[in-house]
């Protein structure tokens, strides 16, 4: 019930009442070539059978107990007008306990959590929600999107490598073993696809990989990429494709929501950061073009500034070089909105990992990579270039379709290993 996923669920409630437009969803506005290839581009929603707005329910966890509409209020995203108007459907959503361990996320305080009976016994309850949810509300599919705050950073280890071993951690009530994780185990055993909008590692482990494997069941994630990162990865393709060098990108944000609070804390600052700093390296490719990307300094910041609330502002300073070697610079200021750029891509990821769920696509879903600053592959090394990543969501939604793909389309960009992010200071990384 945070900012996001209460801005995705009022927005879906606004458009399906059409009070507003989806605008941002590439779901419900986007367009692939035909069948016919370029003569003739065909909806999205057209192309393939996405399930409609009006079919979705919502339900939910937090470790606060506010409902939807409350929580809309408090997140001040969405004017009140609009809330008002959707009052009734959005307070009858009220969160179930969350399972909540302090030592993730330390700057709120859990007023609706679980009381703590060990991992087990929260995969217990977590499944049971999520059994009793599909009940009453007669759901054919369920899609669980984590959209919970950040958790402290945790560098994946041997009990996330396999899922006996992870299997065996859960019984030992192993401190390695995050909420996020608990969440996502128990719903992939309810049968549900799992998206994690977070920078947590909450899908991307090998452990919960071979469960939605097992179980056919797809995953996607990490971190959706809204604003800042964004930017990156449109701006930093085309100064590559026009041979322009790069020798420094200097990256820092201020936002005041919830999100920016629980961020306050550097070791879930650290979690952020590590999912903001690999896309620069993979799209230059300093390792093929020494002369061009091989001094880039890239330096990510992040700063808690509670007047600006969610209306977030980043700015970059980006150091280029052309001709001869001679330096320019290229300022960006982005005032944007987090969440309002955060909430069509959750409705998207909903509706396109239920896509992935009915086509029996199961595990990594790196197709979705587009909506992610740390896209799960199956294997390779992610894509970041956002014009890449735009051309295999089509590839796939067209291969759904059952067009085929056209002769030399790209299936996936050239990669480089990622950036190993380094701490300068508690709020800064290269
Ligand atoms: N809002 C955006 O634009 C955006 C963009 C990219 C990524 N994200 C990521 O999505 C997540 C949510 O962002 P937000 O802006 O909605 O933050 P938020 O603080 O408004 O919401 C997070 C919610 O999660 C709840 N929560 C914390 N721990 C929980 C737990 N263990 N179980 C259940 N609920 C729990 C909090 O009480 C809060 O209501 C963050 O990790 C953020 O980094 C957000």
Not at 43 to 53: G, K, T, Y
Not at 132 to 159: K, Y
Not at 371 to 386: A, E, I, N, V
Request: some cysteine; overall charge positive.
């Amino acid at each position: 019930m945070g900012s996001l996923s209460t801005t995705m669920i009022a927005g879906v409630l606004a458009v399906r009442r059409g009070l507003r437009k989806p605008i941002g969803s590439l779901a419900l506005m986007g367009q692939v070539r035909g069948p016919r290839g370029p003569a003739g581009s065909v909806p999205i929603r057209e192309a393939v059978p996405l399930a409609s707005l009006d079919s979705l329910i919502f339900g939910g966890w937090d470790i606060l107990p506010d409902d939807a509409f409350l929580a809309s209020q408090k997140a001040k995203v969405l004017e009140k007008a609009l809330l008002d108007q959707l009052r009734p459907e959005l307070e009858a959503i009220r969160p179930w306990r969350g399972i909540f361990d302090p030592r993730y996320v330390r700057r709120i305080k859990g007023r609706h959590d679980t009381t703590p009976g060990g991992h087990l016994a929260s995969v217990a309850k977590v499944e049971k929600e999520i059994g009793e949810f599909r009940e009453v509300s007669q759901a054919a599919r369920i899609v669980v999107l984590n959209a919970a705050s950040t958790e402290a950073h945790l560098q994946p280890g041997d009990v996330h490598g396999s899922l006996k071993l992870f299997e065996k951690a859960l019984a030992a009530d192993d401190e390695r073993v995050t909420p996020s994780m608990i969440y996502t185990y128990a719903a992939l055993r309810q049968g549900a696809a799992v998206v994690n909008c977070t920078p947590s590692h909450a899908v991307d482990l090998p452990a919960l990989t071979e469960l939605a494997l097992g179980l056919r069941l797809p995953l996607a994630g990490r971190d959706l990429k809204t604003g800042q990162t964004l930017l990156k990865t449109i701006l930093a393709p085309g100064l590559k494709a026009r041979a322009l060098g790069v020798s420094g990108w200097y990256s820092t944000n201020i936002l005041g929501n919830r999100d920016g609070e629980v961020l306050d804390d550097p070791e879930c600052l650290r979690s952020k950061q590590e999912s903001k700093l690999s896309v620069l390296t993979s799209i230059l490719e300093p390792e093929l073009h020494p002369d061009l990307y091989g001094k880039l300094d890239h330096l990510v910041r992040i700063d808690y500034y509670a007047p600006r609330g969610d209306e977030k502002e980043a700015w970059d300073s980006i150091d280029i070089f052309g001709w001869l070697g001679y330096p320019m610079q290229i300022k960006i200021n982005f005032l944007c909105r987090d969440s309002i750029l955060a909430a069509p891509l959750a409705l998207d990821l909903a509706l396109f990992a239920d896509l992935a769920h009915r086509t029996r696509l199961s595990g990594p879903q790196d197709w979705l990579s587009l909506y992610f600053k740390s896209p799960m592959t199956r294997g390779g090394p992610p894509l970041h270039d956002l014009s890449v990543q735009r051309q295999r969501l089509e590839d796939e939604i067209r291969r759904i379709a059952g067009w085929e793909c056209p002769e030399g389309s790209p299936r996936r960009g050239r990669t480089s290993s990622a950036a190993k992010p380094g701490a300068r200071s508690l709020a800064t990384a290269r």
